[in-house]
């Protein structure tokens, strides 16, 4: 291990730094399970610049055991051999990575700015000291080294000093600041590995697709949140695809889904429906009931809770308006005994506001004590974290994790926990606090399609484009009429005789 | 098995926790009984694919969902499904035994209702099993507001 000192990185930083002597099937465990991390360096020297940087990797490998002893004592610098590695001496470290026998190649990772080939060559040089002896081989090498570079980030990930403008400019003063900081090590483990995974989940490959499917590196993000693992049993109340649940499945849980339409869970044909996914992977099927969540307590046992993780994506209005059960009139009319089986029950517009309340209540009731819930709610910039999120008493919010779409739009993955038995006798108070702000608070996640569409009229140009889209529709529409017309040659399109 | 146009399914584990609470049933809306018209048995595990692994994954499985399960439920549901072996009482001995555990895996997990009906013993509302999922979205008139 090595230390390295924090105190000159910014607080938003892409890379973390640990001391730890870990062995390479916890990496390769935790890099299984993570989705996010790109790979797991041993550090072998680190500095402000990369020059401090080859340094500090330079007196690493200069360190071997019987300089042991001055090690221990060494604290100058910004590098000292760790006590933590224990024998491990640097030697024994490099050593094995520097015969001829080992294939290797440097990457070098320039975060937010783009470098030439020669430019990073430049870079690569200044560690030419640590001579290894085996052929550079560019692809699949037995060794991967990493220099990364890094820059101080804002807090969407792009440099806050961009190294080129937009017509890739140079631009000086910020080519002159300095690095942040600079790394050099060993790749352990790649998160490579688990991208060739994600492109098998990728949703490009997925035999069913609907206009909601979620990302699989999201959905996947959402399981860890959520802590789904084979011996879990995991429910998404507003299925659609399967594409969460997929991903429950793939962490090998056993899984549950509902879906008010039937549609969504038939799928498209014989081939193309949420179980031809779970096939794809050769997971077990999942259990999909038709059912709409606003009446999940008329269906299922209230006791004892039954999941351990609830992840979902709820129908927000902007592409899948949700729907539930009962009639837009006031007055219902039965449906006769014999027609029962095959009427298509009507449904009703369902309020955001009420499909957050009824998940939060599912969630309560049928969650296990610490089981979690774990679902993705769109938002404007006027959202307010602290006082918009819907709450429940037996719920404990955990974790929000906000993605920025555009400018305005931006999606909360919103993690909560069961801390507390559901009691039917507080229903009502339940129901009661979950927006503390009262409508105001619903109507800001609940109206966010009309607000899309009042922004985008907003925009310059907005008429002009809207009435080109009208003259598309309508030529098309009179396109398709004259196919009609000329396939059924009833001859009665206008007559020029 | 996998491989095959994999026919949707409702499981024992799901009939399990399936419950008519409307009004008139007055909270004893279960078991719904089943009325199967095709059922699907998967392999019972012996069979191509599974490992040590596998098993010792289904047993913990099962162990950890012992506690939430309705017996008599269970026991009932099965019978319906052609399964009279399962015992009228979980006993401790049992719920040690990883004999016992796995073969309670396979009724819960591996027997499947393709297309039939769940009834409730209580109003004889019929829930549909089409394609392996049940139908329990309710008419219009239903939607009043019970809960049990």
């Known amino acids: 291990g090595t230390k390295f000192r924090h105190d000159v990185l910014p607080s938003v930083s892409p890379i973390a730094t640990s001391q730890r002597h870990s062995n390479l099937p916890d990496i390769a465990a935790i890099l299984s399970r993570c989705v996010l991390i790109r790979s797991v360096v041993e550090l072998w020297g680190a500095g402000t610049t990369i020059e401090s940087c080859a340094d500090s990797v330079q007196k690493f490998a200069q360190y071997n055991n019987k300089d042991k002893d001055i090690a221990d004592n060494d604290n100058n610098g910004d590098f000292s051999s760790s006590s933590n590695s224990g024998s491990r001496s640097s030697a024994s470290i490099l050593a094995p990575h520097r015969t001829n026998s080992r294939s290797w190649k440097i990457t070098v990772h320039t975060l937010g700015s783009k470098y030439s080939r020669e430019e990073q060559n430049d870079m690569r040089h200044q560690f030419a000291f640590l001579r290894f002896d085996g052929p550079v081989k560019m692809e699949c090498p037995d060794d991967e080294f990493i220099l990364i570079r890094e820059v101080a980030l804002d807090d969407k990930g792009g440099p806050i000093y961009p190294r080129h403008s937009h017509g890739r400019v140079l631009i000086s003063e910020n080519e002159a600041r300095p690095p942040v900081a600079a790394y050099f090590g060993r790749i352990l483990g790649s998160g490579r590995n688990w991208r060739s995974d994600l492109e098998r989940y990728s949703l490009k490959k997925r035999l069913y697709l609907g206009p909601t499917s979620m990302d699989a590196e999201l959905s996947l993000v959402m399981t860890n949140l959520a802590r789904v693992t084979s011996k879990s049993l995991a429910f998404d109340p507003f299925v659609g695809t399967g594409s969460i649940l997929l991903s429950c499945g793939l962490r090998g849980a056993r899984c549950v889904g509902t879906d008010i339409d039937i549609r969504v869970l038939r799928g498209q044909g014989k081939e193309e429906d949420v179980f031809s996914n779970f096939r794809q992977y050769h997971l077990p099927r999942p259990e999909l009931i038709r059912s709409d969540n606003s009446l999940y307590h008329r269906h299922y046992r209230p006791q004892p809770p039954l999941y351990d993780a609830i992840v979902t994506d709820p129908p927000y209005g902007i592409r899948a308006g949700a729907r539930k059960s009962g009639s837009k009139r006031d007055e219902v009319r039965a449906v006769a005994e014999e027609h029962r089986h095959d009427h298509i029950a009507q449904t009703r517009p369902y309020a955001v506001s009420d499909v957050m309340a009824d998940l939060l209540d599912v969630s309560a009731r049928a969650l296990t004590m610490g089981g979690r819930l774990v679902y993705v709610i769109p938002s404007m910039t006027d959202f307010d974290e602290d006082t918009d999120l819907p709450r429940h008493d037996c719920l404990k919010l955990v974790y929000t994790c906000y993605q920025p779409l555009s400018a305005e739009l931006g999606r909360r993955m919103v993690t909560m926990e069961k801390v507390a038995d559901y009691d039917e006798t507080k229903r009502e108070a339940y129901m009661a606090n979950v927006w503390i702000n009262g409508p105001e608070s619903a109507e800001k996640c609940a109206n966010i399609r009309d607000r899309i569409i009042e922004a985008a009229k907003q925009k310059p140009g907005y008429e002009e484009k809207a009435a080109l889209r009208r003259e598309k529709r309508r030529a098309t529409r009179e396109a398709k009429k004259k196919a009609k017309r000329e396939l059924q040659g009833t001859g009665d399109s206008i007559s020029h005789a | ?148």
């Open chain 2, 1 to 148: 098995h996998y491989l095959s146009h994999p026919v949707p399914t409702m499981r024992l584990l799901t009939h399990n926790t399936l419950r008519n609470n409307s009004a008139e049933a007055d909270g004893k809306g279960f078991p719904l009984k089943i009325t199967c018209t095709e059922i699907r048995v998967d392999n019972d595990g012996t069979g191509e694919g599974s490992t040590a692994d596998d098993e010792a994954r289904e047993v913990a499985f099962v162990k950890g969902i012992l506690g939430i399960l309705d017996w008599p439920t269970l026991v009932q549901g099965a019978s319906q499904m052609g399964l009279k072996t399962l015992p009228p009482m979980l006993t401790e001995e049992l719920a040690a035994d990883p004999q016992f555990l796995r073969a309670l895996y396979h009724v819960l997990m591996n027997v499947h209702l393709v297309r039939g009906m769940l009834t409730c013993p209580v109003t004889g509302r019929e829930f549909p099993v089409t394609n392996g999922i049940v139908n329990f979205v309710l008419e219009e008139d239903e939607c009043e507001n019970v809960r049990y």
